[in-house]
């Protein structure tokens, strides 16, 4: 039968074709009309699992009644009936195998060849799967991102909100929106983790539908379950737990939340602060991406109120340090203003003592008594003299900042000093002093205050002063938004272990009776050029080697 | 002549000033601006020596008040004051005071006093006999 059908070629080609067939990879098979094999190859053996023996002349449906499958069938006798070619494959189960089937019609029957496709069916099934993963995979990153994104976008609107209930209504908001839920509320921790003292929750609801729910009654078995955990919790259908519906209360009529994600507001420190609660009336509304979302935020909610407590207590501080200061500077006032009228009203007293012993004096004079009475009377007069010097330095010390109203006027530093020098002359004239300076610049301020600095400065040189005539010089110059006044000068100088102390009110580093003066001089330097911003120190000194004061003015 | 002071020692060193100068005038004393008023009612000073810081009524008050009194008018008022002020001054010189004496520490000083009340009751004194 072989050769039957081989023998419609040529004798060497039906040889040649017959040899082609037999060694050909696919499988072939001619069966006749009543399915019956008429001829196998090699291959057709091996697929087959049998020799050819054990094939010819038996029907295909008989030995392989798993190939017997509608479509197969179908096909196969449609090539047989109508004589036209069909392909398809089919899944061997028996022998696990895919064959690609390729028909055609033989004037015997029917020619069939076989082909194993099963590790191509594998491997385009494989790449299916890893396609349809990969397609998973990609979905997964994507929603990931777009969490990520979310996250990321709400992370500086909660920052920049330093009001914390403000902060917490954006966080609601921002949740319930991205969750989709119908509530969201936060339980605000008042410092207990224990469920049963729900009382002490506070509670706020935002959202679209926030006014629904307003006034939720916290001590609803819900919370019970969501506030004391420590992780999140996420609910499908709480119909399932909760005995019977409404299982959310509301003073405004009871709506029922059967959904519910719930999550924990922990702060870096460990702290509970809260509970962000959301909840839907529908079933399966809040999903892992929901529940990623909402952990997320909690996180960044966490943050946010750190750094908005934070914020809160920098801004006490600052409102304290404010208001101390303005304490402060509310007592310096007052202080001046009582040490003007305390030196003010004490000069008045002083004044009665110191005339009314000179009355005395004069009423004592030429009578017996005079001699022993006289040292008495004096000693009166010098104190009370002494007394009204120190007043009066008070009272100047208290005006050098009392009466300081008014704008500052452009003052011309070289006419202020020789205004000073005129007053000065007297004394400038007695010691031969020589009084020098540089160009001195034009600044603003009050002249009153620069003649005083001059003043002051001028006549410690003249006082203060060695054998030889005084030589004094001054200069200015200007440094970083400052002019430097300096005042030097050829006097007996200080030593440097008192050089913080000459500036302090009524300190005095030489008796009365060396020189003269109640040390307040520099005090009030100082109180004029810290009014301004500025400050004056001893440049340098030493004793026997003169002195060099400096003080600094704001150059605006 | 009066002499309205509420510093007790401001008033006795203010007698013994003119005291000690050889007024021989009769000096009346009150120690507040209200007390003046009333002692004005029925006695027409020759010169009224008057402090500016008064309790009740100020002594710029008791100025005034005199300046619109028909009577008291022509008296010579010399402010004797502690205060200094540049403004105190101005006022007495606007209700037309005769002088205004700031209180010396220095009794020297404080005698020169009794020279302007003796220019002002000489320079009055002649012009009611002229």
């Not at chain 1, 990879?25 to 057709?44: E, G, M, Q, T």
């Not at chain 1, 019609?105 to 990969?134: F, M, N, W």
């Not at chain 1, 009314?356 to 009370?384: C, H, V």
Request: net charge negative; charged share 25%; hydrophobic share 40%.
């Amino acid at each position: 039968m072989a050769a039957d059908f081989a023998s419609r070629a040529t004798p060497i080609e039906g040889v040649r074709a017959l040899e082609i067939l037999e060694n050909t990879s696919d499988a072939v098979a001619l069966l006749d009309h009543a399915w019956r094999y008429l001829y196998v190859n090699r291959s057709a053996e091996t697929m087959a699992r049998m020799p050819r023996e054990r094939l010819l002349g038996q029907v295909f449906w008989d030995l392989f009644p798993a190939f017997d499958t509608p479509p197969a069938r179908e096909r196969l006798e449609h090539t047989l009936r109508d004589r036209t070619a069909t392909r398809f494959e089919e899944y061997y189960t028996p022998f696990d195998l895919w064959v690609e089937v390729n028909a055609y019609p033989a004037p015997e029957g029917i020619a069939l060849l076989l082909r194993d496709v099963t590790d191509q069916k594998r491997a385009e099934h494989g790449l299916h799967k890893s396609e349809e993963r990969y397609q998973r995979l990609l979905a997964r990153e994507q929603e990931g991102r777009k969490t990520a994104e979310l996250l990321n976008s709400i992370g500086p609107i909660l920052l920049a909100e330093l009001d914390p209930h403000k902060l917490i209504e954006s966080v609601i908001d921002v949740a319930t929106r991205a969750t989709g839920a119908e509530v969201g509320c936060f339980f605000r921790d008042a410092g207990t983790h224990h469920a049963e003292n729900l009382a002490e929750v506070q509670c706020a609801i935002t959202g679209a539908r926030g006014e629904t729910f307003s006034g939720i009654e916290a001590e609803n078995e819900i919370f019970r379950g969501t506030i004391g955990a420590s992780g999140v919790t996420r609910c499908g259908d709480l119909s399932k737990t909760a005995a019977e519906p409404p299982y959310f209360t509301a003073a405004s009529g009871r709506v029922p939340v059967r959904s519910i994600l719930a999550a924990p507001i922990v702060s870096r420190s460990g702290e509970m602060l809260g509970r962000l609660f959301f909840g839907h009336s529908g079933k399966d509304r809040f999903s892992r991406r929901h529940e990623s979302i909402v952990t997320g935020i909690a996180a960044q909610a966490a943050i946010a109120l750190d750094h908005a407590r934070l914020f809160e207590q920098a801004q006490w501080v600052q409102t304290e340090l404010k208001r101390s200061n303005e304490e402060l500077r509310r007592a310096n006032k007052d202080l001046e203003t009582f040490a003007y009228s305390a030196s003010h009203d004490l000069q008045e007293p002083l004044r009665n003592i110191s005339l009314s012993a000179q009355l005395l004096d004069r009423a004592l004079q030429g009578r017996d008594t005079a001699k022993e009475t006289e040292p008495f009377l004096e000693a009166i007069l010098n104190g009370a003299r002494r007394m009204e010097n120190l007043v009066r330095d008070l009272l100047a010390y208290a005006r050098a900042t009392q009466f300081n109203a008014g704008p500052y006027a452009d003052v011309d530093a070289n006419a202020t000093l020789a205004a000073v020098l005129l007053n000065l002359k007297s004394r400038i004239d007695q010691t031969g002093a020589q009084v020098t300076s540089g160009d001195l610049p034009v600044i603003s301020m009050h002249q009153v205050h620069l003649a005083q600095l001059f003043q002051n400065l001028i006549s410690n040189a003249l006082k203060y002063r060695r054998e030889e005539p005084p030589r004094i010089h001054l200069t200015a110059a200007r440094q970083q938004g400052w002019w430097v006044f300096s005042v030097a000068d050829n006097g007996i100088g200080i030593d440097p272990r008192y050089a913080s102390q000459v500036f302090g009110l009524f300190k005095r580093l030489h008796t009365r009776e060396e020189y003269p003066g109640s040390g307040i001089g520099l005090a009030i330097c100082q109180r004029i050029v810290e009014q301004y911003g500025g400050r004056i120190w001893l440049e340098r000194s030493a004793p026997g080697e003169g002195s060099v004061f400096s003080f600094s003015l704001p150059e605006r | 002549m009066l002499l309205v002071d509420d510093n007790r020692t401001d008033a006795l060193i203010i007698r013994e000033v003119l005291k000690s100068s050889g007024f021989e005038l009769e000096i009346r004393t009150v120690s507040d601006g209200a007390a003046a008023l009333e002692c004005l009612n029925d006695f027409i000073p020759a010169l009224i020596l008057l402090d500016l810081n008064l309790p009740k009524i100020s002594g710029l008050e008791v100025l005034r008040e005199i300046r619109q009194r028909d009577p008291l008018a022509g008296v010579p008022v010399v402010i004797v004051t502690s205060s200094n002020s540049a403004r105190d001054r101005q006022a007495a010189r606007e209700f037309n005071a005769a002088a205004y004496f700031c209180k010396p520490d220095n009794l020297a000083e404080f005698m020169s006093l009794a020279g302007i009340v003796g220019g002002i009751l000489g320079a009055a004194a002649e012009g009611e006999t002229s």
